[in-house]
């Protein structure tokens, strides 16, 4: 059964940091790609960060410069380090992933973490 933990979040001020982290089970995280995502009341959830099997990442528009997705083996962990965060990066983040080489589709989601941060 595929499980996705997430923790941290919380928060901070404009400016401050904050790190997320998510735990799967049932799977490597370096066998599939692992997205965060993330959404605010009467918008349409959007893709923030993502890793492939390979170790390559991309990210929103938004947040490059500011967020690195990583990912530790050993751990089965993956991580959402968020710098500089501005009050329009508050909204709950979700890690996701679909089991596959992409994270187009994900079927497999966190319940959710928020972020809050205040100007």
């Known amino acids: 059964r595929v499980r996705l933990m997430e923790s941290g979040g919380g928060s901070v001020q404009s400016g401050g940091s904050l790190r997320l982290s998510c735990t799967p089970s049932?799977?490597?995280?370096?066998?599939?790609?692992m997205g965060w995502f993330r959404q605010t009341p009467g918008k349409e959830r959007e893709g923030v960060a993502f890793i492939y099997r390979y170790g390559n990442t991309d990210y929103a528009d938004s947040v490059k410069g500011r967020f690195t997705i990583s990912r530790d083996t050993a751990k089965n962990t993956v991580t959402l380090e968020m710098n500089s965060l501005k009050s329009e990066d508050t909204a709950v983040y979700y890690c996701?992933?679909?089991?596959?080489?992409?994270?187009?589709?994900?079927?497999?989601w966190g319940r959710g973490t928020q972020v809050t941060v205040s100007s």
């Open positions: 996701a992933t679909g089991l596959s080489l992409t994270c187009d589709h994900p079927s497999f």
């Open positions: 049932g799977y490597p995280v370096s066998d599939y790609c």
